[in-house]
């Protein structure tokens, strides 16, 4: 892994955005894999000030979404597929029919999962996936769990994600109890990943990532088995590099 580290916040989301631009430079038809929740709005923003600079295109790009809450309306302004349009997609060039979400109201989940797995692996895979880390450890809405699983499927939210994602509803009974996501098998598959990681109150969970055992307890853990994972970051954390 690298980390790299962050004074502020702004600094950290025109890194991470350049980074995924230089992606899309380097690849016009490059395969991005997403993210939602408050981590990526900042670096979404950048990538949209570069476009409208007239200094990237999306045109051939193709992306993947982590996740998406199952049963809440796609119109929902808090849908994962709402949150994209609004941050990122509706403000670049992007052809509509290359963006993916996996579909949280089909009628076969298990049906939608394969069919969404599927679509990746037509595409190769995924050039940079985007992460953010829930405070338990979570990448996607892989929650921590004795086992984990390998393609896209259902899982019930923690207790603890509900609580944390409260803020995007009105109330808690709002936030849906299920999601779809990809899995680790899905998310490791990808030729590189950037983790993305805000706020003092996540430097724990962070270091338990980094330095930590490789456990299915903390989801984001496994990433220390993939060859390229670049974390940014504004925590102050270290990465141990030897057994010292
Ligand atoms: O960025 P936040 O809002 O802290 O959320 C943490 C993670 O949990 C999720 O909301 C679940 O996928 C991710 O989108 C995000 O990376």
Redesign the pocket.
Same mark, same amino acid.
């Given at each position: 892994m690298i980390l790299h580290k962050f004074k502020n916040q702004a600094d950290l989301d025109r890194a991470a955005a350049d980074l995924f631009i230089s992606v899309v430079r380097s690849k016009p038809n490059a395969v991005l894999g997403m %993210? !939602? +929740?408050? !981590?990526?709005v900042g670096l979404y923003q950048e990538i949209v000030k570069t476009y409208k600079q007239g200094l990237v295109s999306f045109k051939e790009v193709t992306t993947f979404n982590?996740?998406e809450y199952v049963g809440l309306p796609v119109s929902h302004p808090e849908s994962?597929r709402s949150f994209m349009q609004r941050n990122l997609f509706d403000h670049i060039d992007i052809a509509p029919e290359n963006t993916h979400v996996p579909n949280g109201n089909a009628d076969d989940i298990d049906g939608e999962g394969r069919r969404y797995d599927e679509a990746i692996y037509q595409q190769g895979s995924v050039d940079m996936q985007l992460? +953010? =880390?829930?405070?338990n450890g979570? =990448?996607?809405?892989n929650e921590p769990d004795d086992e984990l699983s390998r393609f896209t499927h259902k899982v019930t939210l923690k207790e603890s !994600?509900r609580e %944390?994602?409260k803020r995007f509803f009105n109330s808690i009974d709002e936030v849906p109890t299920h %999601?779809i !996501?990809m899995g680790m098998g899905s998310i490791l598959h990808a030729k590189a990943i950037l983790l993305?990681v &805000? +706020?003092q109150e &996540?430097a724990e969970i962070l270091d338990r990532t980094l330095n930590g055992p490789i456990t299915t307890q903390v989801p984001a853990s496994l990433l220390q088995t993939h060859p390229r994972v670049i974390v940014m970051t504004d925590c102050d954390v270290t990465y141990k590099v030897s057994h010292s």
């Open positions: %993210a !939602t +929740g408050g !981590t990526p982590l996740d994962y992460l +953010g =880390i829930g405070g979570h =990448i996607g809405f !994600t %944390a994602n %999601a !996501t993305v &805000k +706020g &996540k």
